[in-house]
């Protein structure tokens, strides 16, 4: 058994200044409880303005632990996301 990796793609309600992503992103680091951990975050530029968050998460492969949906189930409930959702998932 290893670990699973996942990208969670994270989409804003509009265009947001810096200061208004890093807050979201450090938001987003709260939200990602153990035994899960954040692997990387970064902001992405989509299109004319649009900035996006990627986030991988890592968590142990093992069964119960619910995967990585309930993590962009919490983080679509903040304030100015539009969407939160898994785009990839992979074993380490």
Known sequence: MGDVVGLIRIMPTGILKDDELNQMM???KT???SPARVGNIEIKNVAFGLRG???TVVIPDKAGQGGLDPIAEEISKIKDVETAEVTDVGLL
């Open 26 to 28: 450090e938001k987003i």
């Open 31 to 33: 939200l990602v409880k």
């Open 53 to 55: 968050i990627n986030l």
